[in-house]
């Protein structure tokens, strides 16, 4: 009996081991190791996207569609000199602006802003030398050119009103300068997007006509640049 | 909500900052000419040569019912005026800036002054007593100096005006530099319960020698009491304030 036993395991181990070494032969063919470290086919259906080879941004292709499009805030901070007859009693100051707007295309926005400037005077005495600040409102049109995927040039057309809140200006002969008056211009910037949806930051020089800071027969040009910081919501 | 809060904290921030103020007065000039004759010889040999103007400021005219509640609440009280003023201390909150050039050839030395004017009265010293504010300047030929007089000093000027009217034995004491009669406690009883501000002045040079200057003023102008007149309003025509020689008490 044991020794029938014994010959049956034999004859099934001859029968077994050729078929064993045949796929080993196979598996080695495809270059994988049963249970070791392979390359794995991508599957779609998966979430799991940080098994996603890397890729640089070019070649998944950023464009200004990722970012988002629609209200924006943008807040300004530079320096705002004169030009011409406001020039000859102020010294350059620093400048706040914040700018609400809309994009209703990529590169078309309208936009409302409300700036302010300080300036010191600078005059023979009296009166004393003294401080004042400059205020206005403005709306424009602001057009933007993409030159890349995170850079934009823009340029904006802007017309508004402009009020000096203390009447030292007059009292330098200035005399419309305490009375609310038009200011009309525009501004060049650009833009550059942040690896973000919402934020883009940038530089713009502006130019804006006075009209009220003036004197008769003269004029008065506020010239201005500032560091700008835009989110879009 | 505390978005609204911070939003309304900075427009009463700025509403603050845009507070009214002006300036009248602008380009105002007192000259002395080179050649001018003393307006006073003191001791028979002393000269003084003296020139001031009048500055008046723009005041908002009070209703005549205004005037009348004013009259009415005077009595009893026994103010040195016939009503209570319209214009209060407090309410104009002044500041004087003024030049002193001497435009001739020879250094000199000149007294700016100032004395104030309210609605009832102005001070006018004689040629030896003490102006309300003054300052001794010397210039080198052609030399400008200027300065300014501050709120602080105008709002003495107002008091001390009004304490003198008030019958304070010494107006020297009272509007001497160095007194500041609001709190000294000879001056105290003197010290009118309700003190009128000051609705004008009279800026001027004093010298002892004639002498080309030019003194060039300006005067900086804080409505706290809604006292000033609009721009462009019509300004409260007052009589003129009756001139109040100061009271000196005879040396021994």
């Not at chain 1, 350059?92 to 700018?99: D, K, N």
């Not at chain 2, 709190?183 to 002498?211: F, K, N």
């Amino acid at each position: 009996m044991a020794g029938r036993l014994a010959l049956a395991l034999a004859a099934a181990l001859a029968l077994a081991l050729p078929a064993h070494a045949r796929a080993d032969e196979g598996d080695a063919a495809d270059g994988l190791v049963p249970g070791g470290p392979g390359e794995e086919p991508i599957d779609p259906t998966r979430l799991d996207v940080a098994r996603l080879p890397l890729e640089p941004a070019r070649a998944r292709g950023l464009t200004r569609d990722l970012y988002d499009r629609g209200l924006f805030v943008e807040a300004q901070l530079g320096a705002l000199t004169y030009v011409g007859d406001a020039r000859e009693v102020s010294h350059p100051g620093p400048r706040l602006a914040i700018a609400v707007g809309y994009e209703l295309t990529r590169w078309l926005a309208l936009l409302v802003e409300a700036e302010a400037s300080m300036h010191q005077t600078h005059n023979r005495p009296p009166p004393r030398r003294t401080s004042y600040e400059l205020v206005g409102g403005a709306g424009g049109v602001r057009l933007s050119v993409p030159i890349d995927a995170r850079f934009a040039l823009w340029g904006e057309g802007l017309f508004g009103v402009v009020w000096s809140s203390a009447d030292v200006l007059r009292a330098l002969g200035l005399p419309d300068a305490a009375r609310a008056g038009l200011s009309y211009g525009g501004e060049l910037g650009f833009d550059y997007h942040l690896p973000s949806r919402h934020h883009a930051i940038g530089l713009l020089g502006g130019a804006r006509m006075l009209p009220s800071l003036a004197r008769e027969g003269g004029y008065t040009l506020a010239a201005y640049g500032a560091c700008t910081l835009h989110y879009v919501f | 909500m505390r978005l609204s809060h911070a939003a309304c904290l900075g427009l009463v921030a700025c509403v603050a900052c845009l507070e009214e103020q002006r300036y009248e007065a602008v380009g105002a000039t007192v000259t002395l000419a080179a050649d001018a004759t003393p307006t006073f010889v003191v001791d028979d040999e002393d000269e003084v040569y003296r020139v001031d103007r009048a500055l008046a400021l723009h005041v908002s005219p009070p209703s005549a019912a205004t005037l009348a509640k004013l009259a009415a609440e005077a009595q009893g009280r026994a103010p040195p005026y016939p009503r209570l003023p319209w214009v209060r201390r407090g309410d104009l909150d002044l500041q004087v800036d003024y030049a002193l050039e001497n435009q001739g050839s020879e250094p000199a030395v000149a007294v700016v002054t100032l004395n104030g004017v309210n609605e009832f009265h102005a001070y006018a010293p004689g040629p030896e007593d003490l102006h309300q504010w003054e300052r001794r300047i010397a210039l080198a030929p052609g030399a400008r100096v200027s300065g300014t007089i501050t709120e602080l000093e105008l709002d003495e000027v107002a008091v001390d005006l009004a304490t003198v009217v008030n019958g304070a034995p010494n107006s020297n004491l009272v509007v001497g530099p160095e007194s500041q009669s609001s709190l000294d406690p000879r001056v105290a009883p003197y010290l009118p319960t309700v003190v009128p501000g000051l609705v004008g002045m009279r800026v001027g040079i004093e010298t002892s020698r004639a002498a080309a200057l030019s003194l060039e003023v300006s005067i900086r102008v804080q409505d706290h009491g809604d006292r000033a007149a609009k721009r462009g309003d019509a300004s409260w025509m007052l009589p003129e304030a009756a001139p109040f020689t100061p009271i000196v008490p005879e040396r021994e």
